[in-house]
């Protein structure tokens, strides 16, 4: 065995590596440009916010600034999405043009490379399939280093492009199709060519080593391709998730058995991803986290799953979380050895409220009993009779025993509100996680909330994007059901900034749309509701929120729920006419989660006035 390194093979594979290489620098150095220009804006605020005599805090007026980039306004209606029947429920026209192109690129490649010039040539001729089988083979190769990179959860792609792992998972899907495409040319043609050479059945797939792992590295390939479907992922995620492990491994090892150069194109990327697990495990067993509360936040019902809330604190959050994020978790029972295998399942979880300001751990007692919060949801006018009676509670729980202020949300809230501009505050965070029973593992939780089971606790992250709604002047929300956690954390980071005179933060106007099933579903979250109102009313900058609330199985209601400017009962909203109230409408980021057919309504919508928007991946 040896490395072939001066095949055409090989020449078209690392050729058509480099290309896209290529291409995807051009791009990180756009957005890298595009990121310095954003710094040197916020920058220019606050030089200006620190010349105004008596108003520092108030943030300027620059409504000559656009966040986005001119060539974004220009491609902006290819954001527009759409439905492929049998395919995907969603997904943007720009995205079925790349894919086409990249296709297309990918035959360019596969009939055409290595482009050596040749002064005879006058006409192409289709070469043999042994050929050109071969070359696809080593083109999917390439394309199956990408797909690695793509499914890293900590990468250098996403510093360098921007892109996030839950924007990327889409990519490592299409490309590793692609790549299988391109496989199976070579699979059918060597099996025939083995079949023909003793016209012995075994002999299709087992002739030599070479054919036999071949064979074996195939039938890792079909196993991931097979077990990745919608409806494993969703319905038997734990099943997909260890058919993918055990694959790519046999695909891996079998693939450079059966051609050496394969070496070259998979173990770099190899190695990136043990690395980048190297890094998850550190983060999710090594860095303290401490589960202060799990419990049932709206019971189960006929017209309700079930939410459950999780309250931790994290060790090494404040310094890496942005609104908007999410984390991996993994949960296993207390007391059972062999229940820890679930740490393997990691499940992708919103942060609905961060606490700042918070201790953490070091502050947390170790019994299961002690660590309970005793959160209450008071109305308004009670809240600071709660809170100094609360002080005389010798909750042993306590996050902050210098004051002995019980570990209520209402109290993290505003002592978070404190800190919010406090650069040298603890790396702790408090956080919680709500979380509906939609499927086997959500249900489960609920069940050990109802039943206060003791649960192991593991967390990986935070990832997710950085939303710079703080750029423009509207920040818009659209959410269905549980969707509404990532708009939480927005929300909130939004009010308090501006609360706190924050003279980078230009949005002046918040709205929202919730979409529920049943009234109940507000419950969770009303005592948030109420703190935004509570701190827009005293923002030094100003603030202004417009919260509608729609009510779509419950046909009857008594006026509007608290916190909201309209209660709407027994109907959706018409996004359009939402999008028109918004008092501004050229400075607007449009936020958004839900169901594909929510999300794709709002999309069309903000992609029509040519708004910058972001939507949730609501399962990966």
Same mark, same amino acid.
């Given at each position: ?92 026209? #720009? ?80 490309? &590793? ?24 059945? &075994? ?52 693939? @450079?058995?059966?051609?050496?150069? @394969? ?69 296993? #029972? ?201 701190? &827009? ?84």
């Amino acid at each position: 065995m040896e490395l072939k390194t001066t095949s055409t093979y090989h020449i078209a594979g690392y050729s058509y590596a480099f290309f896209w290489w290529g291409l995807f620098t051009l791009y990180c150095i756009g957005h890298q440009f595009n990121r310095w220009r954003l710094f040197l804006h916020r920058r220019k605020q606050l030089q200006l916010s620190k010349k105004q005599d008596g108003n520092s805090a108030l943030p300027i007026d620059d409504s000559s600034f656009d966040p986005t980039l001119p060539w974004e306004r220009w491609l902006r209606p290819l954001d527009r999405v759409v439905s492929i029947p049998w395919v995907t429920d969603m997904i943007a026209i #720009k995205h079925i043009v790349g894919l086409s192109l990249f296709i297309s690129i990918n035959l360019i490649w596969v009939f055409f490379a290595p482009f050596k010039w040749d002064p005879a040539y006058s006409t192409y001729q289709l070469e043999v399939i042994g050929k050109f089988d071969r070359r696809g083979a080593f083109i999917g190769m390439v394309n199956w280093g990408f797909v690695f990179m793509l499914a890293s959860r900590n990468s250098l792609l996403s510093s360098m492009s921007g892109f996030t792992f839950e924007q990327m998972i889409p990519y490592h899907r299409w490309l &590793a199709r692609i790549g299988l495409l391109e496989f199976i040319p070579h699979f059918v043609w060597r099996m025939l060519h083995g079949y023909q050479k003793t016209y012995i059945a &075994a002999d299709t797939l087992f002739y030599d080593l070479e054919q036999t792992s071949g064979t074996i590295a195939m039938l890792g390939f079909l196993l991931l391709f097979a077990t990745s479907f919608a409806y494993i992922r969703r319905n038997f995620f734990e099943f997909f998730y260890y058919a993918h492990i055990v694959g790519i491994i046999v695909a891996i090892i079998f693939v @450079c058995i059966h051609e050496v150069m @394969c070496f070259v194109y998979f173990m770099p990327v190899v190695i990136l991803w043990v690395a980048d697990r190297c890094w998850r495990s550190y983060q999710s067993w090594f860095i303290p986290v401490v589960p202060i509360q799990i419990s049932p936040a709206v019971a189960k019902s006929e017209k309700q799953e079930g939410i459950v809330r999780v309250l931790f604190d994290h060790a090494r959050l404040a310094g890496r979380y942005q609104p908007g994020q999410y984390v991996f978790v993994a949960m296993a #029972k207390k007391g059972k050895a062999w229940c820890k295998w679930q740490f393997a399942n990691w499940h992708p979880m919103t942060i609905s409220e961060v606490f700042r300001g918070s201790r953490g751990s070091s502050s947390l007692p170790s019994s299961a009993e002690s660590s309970i919060i005793n959160e209450t949801i008071t109305p308004t006018d009670e809240k600071k009779t709660g809170m100094d009676s609360s002080k005389n509670n010798n909750n042993a729980g306590s996050l902050d025993t210098d004051d002995n202020l019980s570990l209520d949300t209402v109290n993290l809230r505003r002592r978070g509100a404190a800190a919010i501009a406090d650069t040298s505050s603890s790396s702790n965070m408090v956080a919680s996680l709500h979380i509906k029973a939609l499927g086997g593992f959500t249900r489960n939780l609920l069940d050990h909330a109802d039943q206060n089971n003791d649960l192991h606790f593991k967390v990986d992250g935070p990832y997710g994007p950085r939303l710079e709604y703080q750029d423009y002047k509207v920040l818009s929300c659209y959410a269905a059901g549980i969707g509404i956690t990532p708009a939480l954390t927005l929300i909130k980071d939004c009010v308090e900034r501006r609360c706190a005179g924050v003279p980078t933060v230009m949005t002046r106007h918040i709205q929202l749309v919730w979409v529920v099933r049943s009234s109940i579903e507000i419950e969770a979250f009303s005592d948030q509701i109420a703190y935004w109102r509570e701190r &827009a009313a005293a923002a030094i900058c100003p603030l202004t929120l417009d919260l509608s609330l729609y009510v779509t199985r419950e046909p009857l209601g008594e006026g509007n729920f608290s916190g909201f400017d309209k209660t709407v009962y027994g109907s959706r909203p018409k996004i359009s006419d939402c999008l028109d109230t918004i008092p501004e409408q050229k400075s607007v980021f449009v936020h958004t989660c839900g169901s594909d057919q929510f999300m794709t309504a709002v999309i069309n919508q903000a992609v029509e006035r040519k708004w910058n928007y972001h939507h949730e991946t609501f399962e990966f």
